[in-house]
Structure formats: structure tokens, C-alpha cells
């Protein structure tokens, strides 16, 4: 498990950002001849571009809430090239008629944040006129694809004419508490009604061996996990048994323990850590032969990036975790 800090991502994205927008700059006008072309062959002459330079193709507004800036927008989408093929969708059906279908990935909608230059602009235009329930189908030219920050698949695209097909799903205005109500139930549902230890945070001990040690400050314990989602779709274990169980097994992983330097100042073990802040939270309150199990916010998870196709943006999650005995 890889922890994924905003900054780097942030920093990484604005210099590829800077350098393709200027990419786009230099061909933009081969870009809007070739999409206006592409329009009058499928289209004829009916559709005109609007001031940004995309074409809607089809469009439902919704009937639901009212999609505003600065909201978090929950969407299904796939996006596709002019000549039909997909280069990235959040739908399971078109992943299955693909053959790209996995057990661990994510299908659930994606989580795009208006106003803060993360959403293609010329998408956000239209999401903006738009309510939950609604669709629409565009084509957005090359120079209104480019973001600033973005680490939704939907968005690192660059450099061609896309199409969007999309539909929202739901907006909130507080993804925090969004979150927290799902750890909520969560926690009603399957954990006994477990209460937060922190804002975000629950934690809950399973089992406990008595002839076990406390944990010593800088030594290198060896920790059995399974994580999962809180839809209960596991997507990485490092126990053979489990990951054959949920057919998500690979061969060629070793299956071994995972080592984790661990340190009795909270500080020390958070920064030299290589796991989630939610995961070393939970392991600071375990000694040897203890199993406990996690569940918390993406603030102490993957944050706003997610990570993979498995966890995506603003994603909570859940860990059982054992620390094995100590080698006499």
C-alpha cells in the first residue's frame, strides 16, 4: 500500500498540465476543424458549437437537485475518442462488454468537485446547467479538456477531441459529512455500533492474546490485513486464503507479512509510516497477537486522489488488521 500526498500529486499534474495545455495552444485550431468536421459527417449542420467550443449532442437536464459551484457531483460517465473507442468510463455493463471488467475495481460513481479546475472546463460548463438525473452527451475539443488538478481518470486526457457521455447520480455540499454518515451505518451495520475514537476515525479491537507483548519502540512487527471498501468489495490482502476467497488471487504475490517499522512517539510512526494514517492510527492501540479492525474517512486514506482503479477519489475504508506474535 502506497500513500499518495496531494502536494506531490498536485505538483506533478500542474507541470504535465502546463505542458500540454500549450500542446493544445499550438494545434488548437487543427483540433476545432477536425471536431466541427467530425460534427457535420454524424450530425449534418443542426448542432452549432457554443461559446466554449463544445457541441451537445443530447441533452436532459434532470428533475432533482441543482448541480451549484463548489459542490461535489456524483457521476457516471464514459468517454470516448471520435472514433469510438473508450479511453476511460466508471460503467460496469461497458467494462464488461469491453472485456476490462475486474473484481476489484471501482464502478461506483465518480466524485468530481466543482469550481476548483479539476472538472474539463467545457464539461463543467454544461454540468452546471444541470440537475440530478440528468444526461447529456457532448463533444469537447482538445483545449477544453486540459485541467489543472485533476485525478479522475475522466480528465487526464490530452491532446484530442473527446466525447463525454454522462449522468449525475447525486450532489452533496460536504463530502466530510457525506463520509461520515456512511461510516455511520457502516458502523450500525456491521461493527455493533462501534463509535468514533476521533472525528472520522473508528476503530475497534477483535481479539486480544494475553500471553502477548506490548509493541517495543523502532522494531520491525509483521502485520496480516485485508482491505476493503465499504461496499464490502476487498481489494488487497496480504493472506493467501482470503485473496483465493474473494478471486482476487495473484501468484506471483508472495503473500508474506508486511513489515511496519513501528514507533511509540505518534508523530515519528505517522511521518516514517509507508501505510494510510487510518492504518498506523489503528496499529499505534494493537500489541503482538492483537486483530482489530478499522474503518475511516479518505482524510485518512487516499484523500481527494484515490489510488489505482480500485479506490477511488474521497473513498472510506475499512482494514482488519493482526500483528503476529513476536519471534522468541
Known sequence: MKRVTAAAFILALTAIAISCARDV????????????????TNYGTSIAPNDSGVYVLSYEPG??????????????????????????????????????YSLTDYYGSDIWCVGVESVAPGLEQILLTMKVGGKAKIAVPADQTVV?????????????????DFEVDSVVEDIFDHQDRQLKDYSLRHA?????????FYYRLLSSRADCDSL????TIHVRYVGKRLDGTVFDTNIQDTAKKYRIYNPSN????????????????LENSKTVKGFTYAIMRMKYGDT??????????YSSTGVGNSIPEYCPLYFWIYIEPRDN
Open 25 to 40: 495552444a499550438d494545434n488548437s485550431s487543427a483540433y476545432e476543424r477536425a471536431l466541427a468536421a467530425w460534427i457535420r
Open 63 to 100: 428533475t432533482g437537485m441543482p448541480v451549484k459551484d463548489s459542490q461535489y457531483v456524483f457521476v457516471h460517465y464514459t468517454c470516448t475518442d471520435l472514433l469510438g473507442n473508450v479511453i476511460s468510463t466508471n460503467r460496469e455493463d461497458v467494462a464488461r462488454q469491453l472485456g476490462t
Open 148 to 164: 489543472k488538478y485533476s485525478g479522475y481518470n475522466a480528465f487526464n486526457i490530452t491532446g484530442m477531441n473527446v466525447i463525454y
Open 192 to 200: 455493533n455500533g462501534t463509535d468514533t475514537l476521533m472525528e472520522g
Open 216 to 219: 517495543q519502540d523502532e522494531t
Open 254 to 269: 508472495g503473500y508474506e507479512a508486511m513489515d511496519v517499522t513501528y514507533y511509540k512517539d505518534a508523530s515519528s510512526f
Open 292 to 301: 482489530s479492525e478499522a474503518f475511516f474517512r479518505s482524510d485518512f486514506g
